[in-house]
């Protein structure tokens, strides 16, 4: 049973920055592919940034390079650094795992990221 715990999502001005956390518990990354998501307010969650088990890496167009997704090995844990946040990019951000070998998802709590004008 893999399971998520994010953090790091909160109130910040436009313009701002934050960076997400995700632990990883009962897998390692080798096993994995790790996603973040977001699901804005009467919107349907899209997928933000993605790495795989070998460090590749991929991105929302939308983005524009202002986003880095990252993990740590030692510490189990997948990181999103959101640079020049816009109000548009508030949401509840969710961390996903994908097991390589099973297909099946485990998903993250969420955490809300809140970016005012």
């Known amino acids: 049973q893999v399971k998520l715990v994010e953090s790091g999502g909160g109130l910040v001005q436009a313009g701002g920055s934050l960076r997400l956390s995700c632990v990883v518990y009962?897998?390692?990354?080798?096993?994995?592919?790790m996603e973040w998501y977001r699901q804005a307010p009467g919107k349907q969650r899209e997928s933000v940034a993605r790495?795989?088990?070998?460090?590749?890496?991929h991105y929302a167009r939308s983005l524009d390079g202002r986003f880095a997704i990252s993990s740590d090995s030692a510490r189990n844990t997948v990181y999103l650094q959101m640079n020049n946040l816009k109000p548009e990019d508030t949401a509840v951000y969710y961390c996903?795992?994908?097991?390589?070998?099973?297909?099946?998802?485990?998903w993250g709590q969420g955490t809300q990221v809140t970016v005012s004008v």
């Open positions: 996903a795992a994908r097991v390589i070998q099973t297909g099946q998802t485990y």
């Open positions: 790495i795989s088990s070998g460090g590749d890496t």
């Open positions: 009962g897998s390692i990354f080798s096993e994995l592919v």
